[in-house]
């Protein structure tokens, strides 16, 4: 039954890639490599850090939690 997609919209998501602000122990900001998310239907954005397919699918996880507009939309990378 989980197979089905019916009431549900596939919504392209652009990843690119992008430096991330990150404040270390030092309390100093640093930058470091990540990826934006960026949802085709309302312009929210998500960002992870690191670059791999992990950090991806962390970015959709977050659009499929966050995103105003997707209450039970899929994201899939564009
Ligand atoms: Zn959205």
């Known amino acids: 039954m989980s197979s089905s997609h019916f009431g549900h919209r596939t919504v392209s998501v652009a990843i690119e890639a992008t430096a ?6 030092f309390g100093e900001t640093t930058h470091q490599a990540g990826v934006r998310a960026t949802c085709s ?20 996880a977050l659009l499929r939690d966050e995103c105003p507009m997707g209450e039970s939309n899929w994201y899939e990378e564009d």
Request: net charge negative; hydrophobic share 20%; with cysteine.
């Open 20 to 25: 991330l602000e990150e404040t270390n122990r």
């Open 41 to 60: 239907e309302c312009g929210h954005e998500t960002t992870a850090f690191g670059t791999a397919g992990d950090s991806r699918r962390r970015c959709l």
